[in-house]
């Protein structure tokens, strides 16, 4: 897990469950097709099953990401977070340049 991600989840009660439900989402979506295609399983039923778990799916992650851009501790960590990759990657170019 991301340093980001751990931070946000430990600080945003809201992200935290909005990533599990993402993620559960996801992984039915993603157990429904391989089990459809390893049963080579076709029709109408089975299309819209898969629609139904993909519209789920997306519509969890598009809740996540809504939050993470509408959420004031969710976007602090973020500029925490972006701030600290900076230094880092100075840091990283500071000591390429002395070798």
Do not use: P
Request: net charge negative; hydrophobic share 30%.
């Amino acid at each position: 897990m991301s340093k980001e991600l751990f931070v946000k989840t430990g600080v945003c009660t809201e992200y935290e469950r909005l990533l599990k439900e993402c993620q559960n989402a996801s992984k039915i979506w993603n157990e429904q097709r391989a089990e459809i295609y390893w049963l080579r399983l076709r029709g109408k039923k089975v299309e819209d099953e898969l629609r139904r778990l993909q519209a789920q799916y997306a519509r969890a992650y598009s809740m996540l990401q809504k939050h993470t851009h509408d959420c004031a501790l969710c976007q602090l960590v973020s500029s925490i977070e972006g701030l600290d990759s900076e230094n880092n990657s100075d840091a990283l170019s500071e000591s390429e340049t002395c070798v």
